[in-house]
C-alpha cells in the first residue's frame, strides 16, 4: 500500500499511511484527511498555492500540526487538495498547498473533522526506507 487506508477508532476516524519517503508521509496524510473531509477531491480545483510552515518537536507532533493547519485553512474558506513538501528538517516542516477558495455548491462536506488527535499518532521508517504512519481524526 502506498497512500492511506481508513479504519474506525471509537466513535473517530484514523488513518493509516505509508509513502516510499518521509515527505511522502506528509503528503499522503493530506490527501487522507482531505479524501475524509469532501465527497469528491476531485472537485477541488489547483487553481491558488499557499506556502505553509509547520512546526512541531517530533515528525509525529509536525504530523499532527499539519494537519490540523489544513483544517484551519478550511475552516476558514481554503480547501487544498494536496500539498507538496519543500523543505523538512527536525523542527520544521515547509509545504505548498494547492486548491482553491471553499464553494459550498461544488465541495460538498462528507464528514466534519473537528481536529487530528495526537492521540495514537505515529512515523516512522521501516528497515526497508518505506515511511508508514498513523493519525486518528476527530469527528
Not at 115 to 125: K, L, P, S
Amino acid at each position: 500500500m502506498r497512500g492511506h487506508r481508513f479504519f474506525d477508532h471509537t466513535g473517530d476516524f484514523g488513518a493509516d499511511l505509508e509513502a516510499d519517503s518521509e515527505a511522502g508521509l506528509y503528503e499522503a496524510s493530506v490527501d487522507a484527511l482531505v479524501g475524509l473531509l469532501v465527497d469528491d477531491v476531485a472537485a477541488i480545483r489547483e487553481a491558488e498555492s499557499r506556502a505553509l510552515e509547520v512546526r512541531g518537536v517530533d515528525p509525529e507532533d509536525q504530523l499532527v500540526a499539519l494537519g490540523n493547519e489544513v483544517l484551519f485553512l478550511f475552516e476558514t474558506g481554503w480547501l487544498a487538495r494536496r500539498v507538496e513538501v519543500e523543505e523538512l528538517d527536525e523542527d520544521a516542516l515547509r509545504l505548498v498547498a494547492h486548491g482553491e477558495p471553499f464553494e459550498a455548491d461544488r465541495h460538498v462536506i462528507a464528514r466534519p473533522i473537528k481536529a487530528v488527535t495526537h492521540h495514537g499518532a505515529r512515523v516512522e521508517e521501516r528497515a526497508d526506507g518505506t515511511w508508514v504512519g498513523r493519525l486518528i481524526f476527530d469527528l
